[in-house]
């Protein structure tokens, strides 16, 4: 296992009183030994047969199974301990890079950015949104990566053009209102009256007119 890995997490805390900061202090030692232990449990998980590894995820409770899938990677030097304990599609994939960038996004943030400044923030990967999952993680599997803050502001203004298209297509779709449907933006809007006496073949042949 990586000797890059750290299991202390700083919270550098202000506003609190003497007594509060050593209770703080005290929770963060109880947390570096929680990931000590992972660390030591997911290396003699590692220690045992892969045979012996399969018949334990087949036998015990199926909602352990991601948390096996876990250990080993932690074992196996691919996943941070860190990782281990939270979830979420974001931290699924910071997960997927080498575990030193792993170590380095976890304890700086990973860079966000923006078309509104130049400048871009360092958000934890247990805050991100999911669109801003989909910025900055790209590639999957072995290929999977963090866009450099240039170019995230290029895919940032891809989607800013590509919404601008779509609202001009949508803009463009006529609208229509008869007694039992509408149709908008392309769709039909059937009408509760409607819905309770039923369609006609010849309702539906209107709504496809009502549609080109």
Do not use: C
């Not at 229509?176 to 449907?181: A, F």
């Not at 149709?183 to 539906?204: H, I, W």
């Amino acid at each position: 296992m990586s000797s890059l890995i750290t299991t202390t997490i700083p919270a550098d805390v202000t506003g609190l009183s003497r007594t509060e900061q050593e209770l703080l202090a005290s929770i963060m030692q109880d947390v570096k030994r929680g990931l000590d232990a992972i660390m030591r449990a997911a290396r003699t998980w590692m220690e045992l047969s892969e045979k012996a590894r399969g018949r334990i995820v087949e036998q015990t409770r199926p909602s352990l199974r991601d948390f096996w899938t876990k250990l080993e990677r932690v074992g196996a030097g691919e996943l941070h301990p860190q990782l281990a304990t939270v979830s979420g599609l974001a931290a699924r994939y910071l997960g997927k890079l080498p575990i030193e960038e792993q170590e380095r996004y976890l304890r700086d943030g990973i860079p966000v950015a923006s078309l509104r400044n130049k400048d871009h923030r360092l958000v934890d990967v247990v805050l991100m949104t999911e669109e801003q999952r989909k910025q900055v993680f790209t590639g999957n599997g072995s290929t999977t990566r963090v866009r450099s803050v240039e170019e995230q502001r290029v895919w940032l203004s891809d989607q800013a053009a590509r919404r601008v298209l779509q609202k001009e297509k949508l803009a463009g779709l006529k609208t229509v209102d008869r007694v039992g449907w509408s149709v908008r933006s392309g769709k039909v809007f059937v009408k509760p009256a409607r819905v309770e006496t039923g369609l006609t073949r010849r309702d539906l042949e209107t709504m496809l007119r009502d549609l080109e």
